[in-house]
């Protein structure tokens, strides 16, 4: 579970850099401001279940809610996916920072934040049951 410690990290890093790209976005519609928010929530989520895996490892016990994040193709890829499109399209050059314009249509926005939300429901939800 080596890999999920280390996925867990790179997606926290990578939420990280597209809220800052994001927050870069000037004259943006409110659709940024729902997927930042989203994005923030993510974050928070994601801290978590990387605390709880580390924890896992330190005790040797792993829960099958936390290795259903790691399968192929599971949660943990997806959302690493969805967060790789999404810095593909606001990524800018540093020198077009105040140029940067929404590049997104309100529909991919939606269809972006249902993917973040069922994620995050998933996520949730094994950290649920391995409280339990």
């Known amino acids: 579970m080596i890999g999920l410690a280390a996925s867990l990290a790179q997606l926290v890093e990578t939420v990280t850099k597209t809220l800052s790209l994001l927050n870069d976005i000037r004259n943006a ?22 605390y709880r895996v580390e924890d896992c490892k330190s005790k040797g016990t792993w829960f099958a809610a936390i290795r259903f994040m790691a399968v192929e193709d599971g949660p943990v890829q997806q959302l690493q996916g969805t967060l790789n499109a999404i810095c593909r399209h606001v990524c800018v050059e540093p020198s077009m920072k105040n140029a940067a314009l929404w590049p997104f249509k ?27």
């Open 29 to 50: 519609p409110k659709e940024r401001a729902e997927l930042a928010q989203e994005l923030a929530g993510l974050l928070g989520i994601l801290m978590s279940l990387r």
């Open 106 to 132: 309100k529909s991919e926005v939606q269809k972006l934040l249902a993917k973040l939300e069922r994620l995050k429901a998933l996520i949730n939800l094994a950290l649920q049951d391995d409280l339990s």
